[in-house]
């Protein structure tokens, strides 16, 4: 079993950054694909990027261009730069692993808590 926090959350107005981390704990990080999904009041939790143990990355079309993800095996940690922020990108963040990379929420076996990303506008 994997563990999993976010961190690095917070209130930004438009336009501005964001760099969120998620640290793991418990079994072989660089074993893993990462992701990060986000979920919206009243809506679905959707996919937001992946890596890859491989590095090789993956994002969705609302944030390919603005966002980032990477991972550092040595520290256990993935991140996800965030630039150009808009207020729909406002949601909690939640970062998840599995072993095959996919696009897919309820494939991913081990969740953050998440963090809460407000963006103003």
């Known amino acids: 079993q994997v563990q999993l926090v976010e961190s690095g959350g917070g209130l930004v107005q438009a336009g501005g950054s964001l760099r969120l981390s998620c640290t793991a704990s418990g079994r072989p990080f660089s074993s893993y694909t990462m992701a990060w999904f986000r979920q919206a009041p009243g809506k679905e939790r959707e996919f937001v990027a992946y890596i890859r143990q491989s590095g090789s990355t993956a994002y969705a079309d609302s944030v390919k261009g603005r966002f980032t993800i990477s991972r550092d095996n040595a520290e256990n940690t993935a991140y996800l730069q965030m630039n150009s922020l808009k207020p729909e990108d406002t949601a909690v963040y939640y970062c998840?692993?599995?072993?095959?990379?996919?696009?897919?929420?309820?494939?991913?076996?081990?969740w953050g808590q998440g963090t809460q990303v407000t963006v103003s506008s």
């Open positions: 998840a692993v599995r072993v095959i990379a996919t696009t897919n929420a309820n494939n991913y076996y081990s």
